[in-house]
C-alpha cells in the first residue's frame, strides 16, 4: 500500500541518499506484537547500532550515541535516515533524554511514538513530534545541536551513526567480532521474544546466548554498552511477563538471573 506522505517526502528531496527513501519507507509501520520497543530503540534499530527493534533505555541510547554517533556541526545538512535525539538541556551543561526520531527530510521524521504493541513507527511532521516534547519554535532549539542552548526547555541534537554499536575509536578486528556477535545474539533474543509461546528455560537460554556473545569483547566500552543491552532487554522482558503471557513471576525471576553475572 503506498504511502502518499512518505512518496512526497521523498519527491521533495533535492539529492536523496542511495536507497535512503526506500529504507524509510521500509520501516513505515514497523512494530511488535508485543510492548517493549521504543522511541530510543527503534531509532538505535534503525541506524544498525543495535540488533533489532526492542526496548532501549535512556540512558542506553545516550551511551551509542555518544561512542557510535556524531553529532553534526551548526549549520550541516541533515541526510535521511540520521536521527534527532530530542533532549532537555540542563544548565551549566549536560540533558536529559526526551525521545528519538529518524530524519526521513528536512520537515518530517520517522517515529515510535510509545512502547505499546499497537504502536507504530510512522512518518509525522517534525512540527508535531516537537510540540509534544515541548520543543521551542526557535531556529536556536531545533538546530544540530540545540542541547547546547541551555534556555530552551528542549532540544534537538542530529546525529550520525555508525552501524553495528561499533564505538568509533574501536576499530581492531577483535572489537568488530564482537559487535557482530552482540548484534546476531540480540537478534536470537528478539526472535525468541517474538515466538508465539515464552517460557521461562527458553529465555534463560537466550541471556545465556546473548551472555556468551558479550564475553569477547575486548573494549571496556563495548562490554559497558552490553550491559545496558543486557538492561533494556531485561526490561523488555519484564513488560511482556507483566503483560501475563509467561506468567506472573517471570519478571522477578529474570531479574534474579540477570543479577547473577550481569555486573560490571
Known sequence: MKKPLLLLLCAALAAPLPGSCGEISAWEGAGSRYDGPNCWGSSLAFAGVIGGLRHAEAEEFTFWAE???????????RRPGDLLALRMPFNGGGFMEKHAQVVASPEASLSKNNFRAGSR????PNAH?????GVPDDPK???????DEFACEAAS??????????????RSP??????LAVGRAESRVLARLAGSALRESDLSFALEDLRSAFAPALDPQLALGARLALASLSEQMSL???AGEPDSDLASRLSDILASWARP
Open 67 to 77: 561512542r557510535s554517533c556524531r553529532r553534526l556541526a551548526p549549520g550541516e545538512a
Open 121 to 124: 513507527m510512522a512518518t509525522q
Open 129 to 133: 513530534l516537537f510540540s509534544i516534547v
Open 141 to 147: 532549539c531545533q538546530g544540530n545541536r540545540g542541547s
Open 157 to 170: 541534537d542530529a546525529l550520525r551513526c555508525e552501524p553495528l554499536g561499533l564505538p568509533s575509536l574501536a
Open 174 to 179: 577483535d572489537d568488530l567480532a564482537a559487535a
Open 240 to 242: 511482556i511477563a507483566l
